[in-house]
């Protein structure tokens, strides 16, 4: 989000205070919106949204008040209203660049690329340097796979702004998916070297270090990030993955909120960055095993994410429940309102108190974060119903032979394939596998399995 530049108004309002219930007192616009934008800025979306709702009565058409509460609105999952409300403020006040790079965002969110690009280029058109503008427009065109006008966007926002971290590491993130791992390695350099403490920036370096066979340089990023914080549980996962001993049996809890909750608004565009395809992939394994669309089927989507597998799952479903860790990733989920119920636990626990309740249960990506298969495969076992499927992706595992499964540099488990078809048979359930590419990873196609286990009835 951006400061607003807003004209001083002199108009007088009643407007809430911080306490819903206190007295109200006269402020002018002015003070009434810089207070809501204060209450924004500290995540105090109730009440923000009440000194908006307040600003708006007293003036329906104010441009500043729109805009600001337009992204209250997209902070809470509303982005119709959001996208409403913006574009009214821009008719409005069309020469506001922030505005429109604020716009952009939005719309490359909810995957309305090619408007998202107009909104940066109407914010550029109107001020050139806008750093921001440039870097988000060179988002947005590696999401669109116009790699070298990305890169043009990110050097001209760096050659206005070489201290504009964000950029630094997105060019790194652009340069590390076209094979070009040193520069990118110099690039999330000079983006911790302005911003030391920087998570994301670590992580990607110690990510680029290890793709150029760096472990050792890798290793110590870690270790210098667990000495300032010894319970960091990302620099701990990633670690263990570095030294390749000492892994868990799967990443912890707080890995997978921290990493998720962290980027769930721009989830899905960076996985279209990415060819991503298991839920194309599990959607059809469910067609193939003969599974009818006559939505009769109790079905579980079992770490379901932002609900991209949803749409597909809900021909066949009758209730269509989805859980998840991450509260930010199911806070996207709501949006596809195709979920009969979102819960939000942790999957093995959530299975074990639920039996035979599914006639169908899809993982799309998510058992790559837990090495041991053994309890989770049980679980979903028992959850299912007698003659119930199980469908879900996993990583494949190298190695003449491969370990049954393995942490990998990038954080997240690869199995074998006869481990599958071992804890599958150990489970009860009809084994099935096919090999297939779940999407790309610094340019390179990731090998999966897509797993198919029946139950017997």
């Given at each position: 989000m951006e400061d607003p530049s807003t004209p001083k108004r002199t108009e007088q309002l009643a407007a809430t205070t911080l306490e819903p219930k206190a007295q109200t007192r006269k402020m002018t616009l002015d003070e009434g919106?810089?207070?809501?934008?204060?209450?924004?800025?500290?995540?105090?979306?109730?009440?923000?949204?009440?000194?908006?709702?307040?600003?708006?009565?007293?003036?329906?058409?104010?441009?500043?008040a729109l805009h600001f509460s337009g992204l209250l609105a997209s902070e809470v999952g509303q982005p119709e209203e959001a996208i409403r409300r913006i574009e009214r403020s821009l008719e409005l006040a069309p020469d506001v660049p922030d505005w429109h790079s604020n716009f952009?965002?939005?719309l490359q969110q909810q995957g309305q690329l090619e408007r998202a690009a107009e909104a940066f280029?109407?914010?550029?058109?109107?001020?050139p340097r806008h750093v921001n503008a440039h870097t988000n427009l060179g988002v947005l065109l590696r999401a669109l796979g116009r790699f070298d006008e990305a890169e043009a966007a990110y050097r001209t926002a760096l050659d206005i702004d070489p201290q504009h971290a964000d950029t630094w590491t997105n060019l790194g993130v652009l340069l590390n998916a076209r094979k070009r791992n040193s520069e990118a390695v110099e690039c999330f350099c000079r983006a911790i070297t302005l911003r030391p403490k920087d998570t994301a920036s670590r992580r990607l370096l110690a990510l680029a270090h290890c793709t150029v066979g760096e472990i050792d340089k890798a290793i110590a990023i870690f270790e210098e990030w667990l000495a300032e914080s010894p319970d960091?549980?990302?620099?701990?996962?990633?670690?263990?993955?570095?030294?390749?001993d000492g892994a868990p049996a799967r990443a912890s809890d707080q890995f997978v909120t921290r990493t998720f909750d962290s980027f769930a608004a721009t989830f899905e565009s960076k996985l279209e960055q990415l060819s991503y395809r298991?839920?194309?992939?599990?959607?059809?394994?469910?067609?193939?095993?003969g599974l009818r669309r006559e939505a009769d089927l109790d079905v579980l989507d079992a770490g379901c994410g932002t609900g991209l597998c949803g749409p597909l799952l809900?021909?066949?479903?009758?209730?269509?429940?989805g859980v998840d860790l991450s509260a930010g990733m199911l806070?996207?989920?709501?949006?596809?309102q195709v979920y009969t119920d979102l819960q939000q636990a942790e999957l093995t626990a959530y299975l074990r108190e639920h039996p035979a309740e599914y006639d169908l249960i899809v993982s799309a990506d998510t058992l790559c974060y837990f090495g041991v298969l053994d309890e989770a495969i049980s679980a979903a076992a028992a959850a299912l119903r007698p003659g119930g499927t199980l469908i879900f992706t996993v990583e494949r595992a190298d190695g003449d032979p491969p370990p049954d499964y393995h942490l990998e540099t990038h954080g997240r488990y690869t199995h074998a394939r006869h481990y599958i078809e071992r804890v599958l048979r150990?489970?009860?359930?009809e084994p099935l596998m096919l090999p297939a590419d779940l999407r790309l990873e610094s340019g390179a196609p990731v090998g999966g399995l897509v797993v198919r286990g029946v139950k017997p009835r």
């Open positions: 919106l810089g207070l809501a934008l204060a209450q924004l800025r500290a995540e105090r979306y109730e009440t923000a949204a009440e000194l908006f709702n307040v600003i708006l009565k007293a003036r329906p058409q104010w441009a500043p952009g965002v939005l280029q109407r914010a550029i058109a109107l001020d960091d549980p990302i620099a701990r996962h990633m670690l263990a993955a570095c030294r390749g298991a839920p194309q992939l599990v959607a059809a394994m469910v067609e193939d095993a809900a021909p066949y479903a009758r209730t269509l429940v806070e996207h989920a709501q949006q596809k150990a489970a009860g359930l």
